[in-house]
């Protein structure tokens, strides 16, 4: 009696250690974790179809293959034509639908893609956010901002909600300061939210995204647009895929 005695307390003693030691961790490693992060960037390069509508218009119909460590990707249009990225150059088919968001094509989605991989990346700051929505208990949440000169636009911050229960990344409100400045972006901050996660490879991964208005203290407001991510797989890296023509503008 006594051994299963002991045995049980070690059970529950290493159950309650464990649980602790979970919450314990930072927001930042509870939801990497959730994502399986080190075996995300375990693989070479991950490819998906985004369909993408604002304001009832198609935005982008493409297929998108970004290496895992997010220095290239290449956004290829249904007309062959093709953005490529290597990490800050951008190099682009003339014959793309937009010459004039060009650079924002190239970096926004699939920066919204890997963004539960990159909460930690060199230059994120992160602090604790006094969420106020009626909702609150259900999420863990804190608000990213960034160092001085980290990436394109270092001005804007995300309002993150992790899912209480899995720690799956659920949405994450932002401003894009890149094009009228942070005064102005803040006056209208935008929401994405990822849904209907499925496993890829043992990854969870989210295959719709819906875009709302967003509001400090009220949460998501009204739906602006949406996305849906299909056939997402990860694949080899062909050096020649992520090489621009010679003909290929820059931007």
């Known amino acids: 009696m006594k051994k299963i005695a002991l045995a049980l307390t070690a059970i529950i003693l290493t159950t309650v250690g464990c ?4 919450e314990n961790l930072k927001f930042t490693d509870k939801v990497e974790k959730a994502h399986h992060k080190q075996e995300f960037l ?3 390069a991950v490819q998906f179809d985004l369909k993408l ?3 009832g218009k198609e935005r982008i119909d493409a297929k998108i293959t970004i290496l895992t460590n997010s220095t290239k990707g290449v956004i290829e249009y249904k007309n062959g034509a093709k953005i490529i990225f290597n990490k ?3 190099f682009y088919s003339s014959t793309i639908p937009s010459e004039e968001s060009v650079r924002f094509d190239a970096f926004t989605w699939e920066y919204f893609f890997l963004f539960p991989y990159k909460l930690s990346d060199p230059g994120t700051v992160w602090n604790a956010y006094d969420n106020k929505e009626k909702d609150n208990e259900n999420y863990l949440t804190e608000k990213l901002t960034f160092k001085s000169g980290t990436g394109e636009a270092p001005d804007d911050w995300y309002v993150v909600y992790a899912d209480k229960k899995t720690n799956l990344l659920e949405k994450a409100a932002y401003i894009v300061s890149i094009n009228g400045g942070k005064e102005a972006a803040e006056k209208n901050p935008h929401a994405i939210q990822y849904l209907e996660y499925k496993t890829v490879d043992g990854i969870p991964i989210a295959t719709k995204w ?8 009220k949460g998501l407001t009204e739906e602006i647009g949406h996305a849906t991510l299909t056939d997402i797989k990860f694949v080899k890296a062909d050096t020649d895929y ?3 023509g010679a003909d290929f ?3």
């Not at 649980?19 to 979970?22: D, V």
Request: zero cysteines; glycine letters at 12%; proline letters at 4%.
């Open 242 to 244: 992520f090489t621009p």
């Open 88 to 90: 800050d150059k951008v």
């Open 249 to 251: 503008k820059t931007k």
């Open 210 to 217: 819906v875009f709302w208005g967003w509001e400090d203290g």
């Open 53 to 55: 509508e604002f304001g």
């Open 19 to 22: 649980k602790s030691n979970e």
């Open 42 to 44: 375990a693989k070479e």
